[in-house]
C-alpha cells in the first residue's frame, strides 16, 4: 500500500502541473440510463443508452467513455451497457479490491446479474485486459469480442518496455506518447474543482488495477487460445503506449482474430478519428 500512497502522490502532482477535451464535458444523451447493481456488498453504476442487440463496454484507465461521440452512434443500434469500474467517476474502491483479479470476477456475477445473450464485448486499454480475461474463461453470453489498443500481455524480455510506464513519465510525455492531436487528450488546467478530484481518483483506482505486475497478466498468453468467437483489434496507427506490433503479438495469441490500424490516432482512436472508429467496429459486428 506503500507504492500507492506514492502512486497517488505523483498523480496529485500530474493534476497539478499537468498541460496536456475532458470527457465529462460531453452533454449526456436524453436516452441514456444509470442504475446500480450491488453485487457481494459492491455498488456498480450501470450506464445504458440506445437500444437494440447488446455491447457491454469496458472502459480504460481514463474513465467512463459513455458521453463520447462514438457511443452515440453505436446506440443507434445498439444498446450500449457500460459499468463503471470501481474508485471510478467518484465511486468507492471496495476495501478487499487489490488488483484486476478483483475486477474480473465482479464482472463475471455483473454479467449474469445482467442477463446478457449474444452481447459483443468490448475493452479499451485496461478494459480491453479485462475483456480478454473474462473472454478466457467463458465467452457464454457474448458474440463477438473488441480489444482497443489493450494492454494485458508481456511480449519481450523481463526488462523488456513492452507497454510504457504512464505513472512514471511526466504529464507532457504522456500526452505526447498517447495522442497523435494532444489538443483532445484531457486538460487539468480546464477541469473544475470537483472535475480535477476525479480525474485524480481514476488514475490512483487506474494504478490499483494495473500496478503489479505492471499492465499484464504474465499467464493470459498461455490462455487467449481458449477465445472461441470472432474478434477484432482496433488500434491507433500512433499509439505508442502500446504499439501496433503489440497489438500484432496480441492478435497472434487468439485463433482467428483479425486486426485494424487507425490513421492519425494515438492510444484512444475512439477520441481521436470516432467516424473511422465506428465504422470498424460496426462492420465487423454486422458481419
Not at 74 to 91: D, K, M, S
Not at 179 to 199: G, R, T, Y
Not at 243 to 250: L, R, V
Request: charged share 20%; no cysteine; glycine share 8%.
Amino acid at each position: 500500500m506503500l507504492a500507492l500512497r506514492v502512486l497517488a502522490e505523483v498523480i496529485i502532482q500530474m493534476v497539478q502541473f499537468a498541460d496536456s477535451d475532458n470527457s465529462l464535458s460531453h452533454k449526456e444523451s436524453n436516452t441514456e440510463t444509470t442504475a446500480r447493481s450491488g453485487l457481494m456488498g459492491v455498488d456498480i453504476p450501470v450506464i445504458r443508452k440506445g437500444s437494440g442487440p447488446q455491447i457491454l463496454v469496458l472502459h480504460g484507465g481514463d474513465g467512463p467513455i459513455d458521453r463520447l461521440p462514438f457511443a452515440d452512434r453505436l446506440a443507434e443500434r445498439y444498446e450500449v451497457i457500460q459499468p463503471v469500474h470501481p474508485g471510478f467517476a467518484g465511486t468507492p474502491i471496495p476495501e478487499h479490491f487489490d488488483n484486476i483479479q478483483d475486477l474480473i470476477f465482479l464482472y463475471l456475477d455483473l454479467i449474469d446479474h445482467l442477463d446478457l445473450e449474444n452481447a459483443i464485448l468490448v475493452g479499451f486499454s485496461m478494459g480491453g485486459w479485462l475483456a480478454a480475461e473474462i473472454a478466457v474463461i467463458n465467452t457464454q453470453r457474448f458474440s463477438k469480442l473488441v480489444l482497443v489498443d489493450s494492454v494485458g500481455i508481456k511480449t519481450g524480455g523481463p526488462f523488456d518496455r513492452d507497454i510504457a510506464d504512464v505513472f512514471a513519465i511526466s504529464p507532457t510525455e504522456h500526452t505526447r506518447i498517447s495522442w497523435h492531436d494532444p489538443s483532445k487528450a484531457p486538460d487539468p488546467s480546464n477541469m473544475s474543482d470537483d472535475e480535477l478530484q476525479i480525474f485524480a481518483s481514476d488514475r490512483i483506482a487506474h494504478g490499483l488495477y494495473t500496478w503489479e505486475p505492471y499492465m499484464h497478466n504474465p499467464k493470459l498468453p498461455y490462455r487467449l487460445h481458449r477465445i472461441d468467437i470472432p474478434t477484432l483489434l482496433i488500434w491507433g496507427e500512433g499509439d505508442q503506449v502500446v504499439t501496433p506490433s503489440y497489438g500484432e503479438a496480441f492478435r497472434g495469441m487468439i485463433p482467428g482474430a483479425s486486426m485494424v490500424l487507425i490513421p492519425d490516432a494515438g492510444h484512444s482512436p475512439h477520441v481521436e478519428q470516432p467516424e473511422a472508429f465506428a465504422k470498424h467496429f460496426l462492420e465487423f459486428a454486422l458481419q
